[in-house]
Every structure is written in C-alpha cells, then in structure tokens.
T-cell receptor, first 112, second 116 residues
Framework: DQQVKQNSPSLSVQEGRISILNCDYT??????FLWYKKYPAEGPTFLIS?????DKNEDGRFTVFLNKSAKHLSLHIVPSQPGDSAVYFC???????????FGQGTTLQVKP | GAVVSQHPSRVICKSGTSVKIECRSL??????MFWYRQFPKQSLMLMAT?????????EQGVEKDKFLINHASLTLSTLTVTSAHPEDSSFYIC????????????FGPGTRLLVL
C-alpha cells in the first residue's frame, strides 16, 4: 500500500508560469516532508523541506505548503524555468532518522 | 559541495552470480548510509540502513542474506546482491548523511543492475 502518492505522473507548464506539484500521504505520524529533484542518470537532489509544525516554507522560487488535516503537501515553483524540467519526488519521514518514504514522482516539463 | 559516488554505474551479470555495489561519501564522513532501489516508473524504496561499525537494519520484506550490506568505514558502504536473479534487476541508489539536516543528506547517482 502506497503511503505516499503523487497522482500526477506528468505536468507541462509554460516558462514563466507557476508549476504546482502535489503529494498525498496516509500516516499522520509523518513529521518531515521533503521535495527532491531528479535528472536522468543522477541521484535525487534536495530541494526544500518542511516540518509538521509549519504550514509553509519558502526558498527563492520554491515554496512548499503543508496541509496536515488533508495530509497533503504541494510544491510551487514560480516562475518556472526550462531548467526546472526534471522528475520531482516528494518524500516523508517519521522522526529525523534519515529514512525516507518516496512518492512515485512527477515529471515536470517547462516549455520555453 | 558534498558528493556521494557509486560504483559501478551500470553492471550486467549472469543469473546466479553475485554483484557488489560501492557507495562512497567523497568529502565527508557518514556514520549512516541508506540503500534504495527503484523500479521503472516507481518510487524509491528504502531497503536498509547501513551503520558504520555495526549491522545494517533492513526494511520489512528485504532479505538480509540476499542483500548483504557492509559499512566498513566512515566513507564506504557496499551492497552485495548475492545469487542474483532477473527479478533483482533494478536501479540501486545510496544516500549518505553528513549531519542531521535534511539538506545534507546526499544521494549517489545510482547503479543500474541487469541480471540475465
């Protein structure tokens, strides 16, 4: 049973517009939520994280929103750039153990 | 920045043979490393936590006798797939933690294993 779900396998956005990637989780015990970006033939790279005590965290063009009651998090990228084209994984953890549960990933394509 | 490397990047082996994959933290010491596997179009699944100087901790459903993990030094963890079978074909990725911050957990580039 998937504990972390990214229901959109792919997303296409025009350059300069907002990209919104979504992620749902099942267990309310998760207390750390992260987004990773992955290019082909490379490992995931950390983008941004949020702990369960917050509902928003912003870092430059990237903002993560957490809705604990809905068990939902989202990543907003604005403005989107062609270099943002990659696979985005959300991941969750229970406690700061380093152990992560990943979603299936969403392939983002930003068109020039 | 910190880098985690994996070797080999790609390996093809015959069914029944064993394959060793190395994960190295190049510019920091990592007491804890993690091994994941990823099937096509699927998420990364945590296999085990590799602890320097002690036994690895395996996730439920992962056969410890099949996937041998050795974390002999603070910069090297190895995953050995023993008696490999075609169903073991997958993408194996390791990660290493520099410290307790999430942004300092770095992933290797992965190893593509194909078992014929």
């Amino acid at each position: 049973d998937q504990q972390v779900k990214q229901n959109s396998p792919s997303l296409s956005v025009q350059e300069g517009r907002i990209s919104i990637l979504n992620c749902d989780y099942t267990n309310s015990m998760f207390d750390y939520f992260l987004w990773y970006k992955k290019y082909p033939a490379e490992g995931p790279t950390f983008l941004i994280s949020i702990s369960s005590i917050k509902d928003k965290n912003e870092d430059g063009r990237f903002t993560v929103f957490l809705n604990k009651s809905a068990k939902h998090l989202s990543l907003h990228i604005v403005p989107s750039q062609p270099g943002d084209s990659a696979v985005y994984f959300c991941a969750v953890s229970s406690g700061n153990t380093g152990k992560l549960i990943f979603g299936q990933g969403t392939t983002l394509q930003v068109k020039p | 920045g910190a880098v985690v490397s994996q070797h080999p990047s790609r390996v093809i082996c015959k069914s029944g043979t064993s394959v060793k994959i190395e994960c190295r933290s190049l510019d920091f010491q990592a007491t804890t490393m993690f091994w994941y596997r990823q099937f096509p179009k699927q998420s990364l699944m945590l296999m085990a936590t590799s602890n320097e100087g002690s036994k690895a901790t395996y996730e439920q459903g992962v056969e410890k006798d099949k996937f041998l993990i050795n974390h002999a030094s603070l910069t090297l963890s190895t995953l050995t797939v023993t008696s490999a079978h075609p169903e073991d074909s997958s993408f194996y990725i390791c990660s290493a933690r520099r410290d307790s911050r999430w942004e300092t957990q770095y992933f290797g580039p992965g190893t593509r294993l194909l078992v014929l």
